[in-house]
């Protein structure tokens, strides 16, 4: 009934269920078969616990794997919500499409990209994953299955796109595609070092202007004048097919769980130096295989295993572009001061194209991740720190990627949107995530 491996990438919180329904066929109906809440679960890709439902029931999605449809003249793929965004590009791209937004790793579930809206390094242009959402068929616990799109159903649509799998299982969805030409496979790509953060965040936004992908790396352990220095990598679609093809490199995975993490400020310096160096190294324009240029850390299978058995934490937040330089650098700052830093520390930009979920966690400006091992009290206490500076700086934190978040910050962030996203919610779900916040 439960097989193990039911936990978030962070592997923090543990908040085991009680039970784990997998289902298989978009006709099953599991509501009688273990007790509520229910809680939808895809390839468990998020951080935090808003995929965890601690002493209460899973949805296990991932055998609803089916393709339904696929209209290639009007660009529309229609398939199973448990079909991971990686299935879905073996499929289109020798068709010359590809999605319109995919996240930092492809082993992502359709569902779980409708319901925490995820957003690429293109939101610049494209805005998020649920704006290419034409309809989706949602489960609730009465049995119903309703067909919801921006037509029919708004309101439980706009709920259900980033609604944290709270509105009901997503049986399966139609998302547009985006055209990039028959035989296409790469990125043409730039990596342009920067020396300062000012620099970078400039950059960032000129680079909007004529690139589709914008992506920031951060040294953070630069510190005075240097602070914010690191490498932006830019890129469009290749005009035309490439004759050679660089796949990605070979994958390579990490075997077992280190029992403490070898991730320290010395590796994390050694790591710095070699990045930065690589970057200046190569640098200038070339073509990158789209699998490389997209989902660089999937070369590596479990990497969330070198954070050791007391797992990781990631940081996201979200600040408003008019506070960005000075947000980032007191956020910054404080994880220097706490004597912490973060192998991945990644700067996009937020454009103006707007969001379509009630809770969708991307509004414009510069949204910042990094990922903290787990240190317990002291991780929380600069977790707090860091939490205060984005409510300060009118910024947000992103629910897929949270463990820390706090009911008052919670409220602050989406409670103008709240009662109407309450009215949606099935009755029979929840989350550890949300009964934290609700608290
Ligand atoms: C290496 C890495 C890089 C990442 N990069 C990015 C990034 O660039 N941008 C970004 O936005 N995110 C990013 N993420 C986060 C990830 O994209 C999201 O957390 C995504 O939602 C995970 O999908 P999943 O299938 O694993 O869903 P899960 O983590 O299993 O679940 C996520 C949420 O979706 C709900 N859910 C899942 N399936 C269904 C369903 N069928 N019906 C209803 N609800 C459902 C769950 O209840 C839960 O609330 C990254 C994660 C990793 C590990």
Known sequence: MK???????GRFPKAEPAAVLPIFW???????????????????????????????????????????????????????AGVTLGEILEQVVPRGLFLPVVPGT?????????????????????GTFGAHVA????????????????????????????????TGVILSASIRLQSIGPGVEHVQSETVPVRALDELLALVRESDGDHEFTVAWIDCLATGTRV??????????????????????????VPMEFPVSPLNRFTLSAFNCLYRAKGRVT???????????????????HW???????????????????????????????????????????????????????????????????????KGDRTAGLFRKLHAMVAAHGGRLYPAKDAHM???QFRMQFGDVLPRFRAQIDPAFSSSFWRRVQQ
């Not at 914010?228 to 995975?253: D, E, T």
């Open 3 to 9: 097989p193990p491996g039911f936990e978030s990438w």
């Open 26 to 80: 978009r006709s099953d109906r599991p509501f009688q078969m273990a007790p509520p809440p229910f809680l939808p679960f895809g390839m468990g890709r998020s951080y935090g616990d808003s995929c965890l439902n601690g002493g209460a029931t899973l949805l296990a999605t991932r055998h609803l794997d089916r393709f339904l449809a696929m209209d290639e003249a009007r660009q529309l793929v229609t398939c199973e």
């Open 106 to 126: 492809k082993h992502v579930s359709v569902g779980g990209a409708i319901a925490n809206d995820v957003h690429g390094k293109n939101h610049h242009r494209a």
């Open 228 to 253: 914010g220095r690191g490498l932006l990598h830019r890129g469009n679609w290749a005009a035309a097919p490439r004759p050679s093809s660089p796949r990605q490199a070979p994958r390579l995975s």
């Open 135 to 166: 309809s989706l068929e949602l489960l609730r616990s009465d049995g119903s299955r309703l067909t919801c799109s921006r037509t029919e159903r708004p309101e439980l649509f706009a709920a259900t796109i980033g609604g944290l799998g709270l």
């Open 283 to 301: 640098g200038g324009p070339r073509f990158v295989h789209h699998d490389s240029f997209f989902f660089p850390l999937d070369r590596i299978g």
């Open 406 to 408: 706090s009911a008052e």
């Open 304 to 374: 969330n295993r070198i954070y050791g058995t007391a797992g990781l934490l990631q940081f996201q937040c979200a600040v408003p572009h008019v506070s960005a330089s000075s947000a980032i650098r007191q956020m910054l700052g404080a994880i220097a001061a706490a004597g912490e830093g973060s192998f991945l520390a990644v700067l996009k930009d937020f454009g103006s194209v707007g969001s379509p979920g009630m809770l969708s966690f991307p509004r414009e400006g510069v949204t910042l991740a990094l990922d903290f091992p787990n």
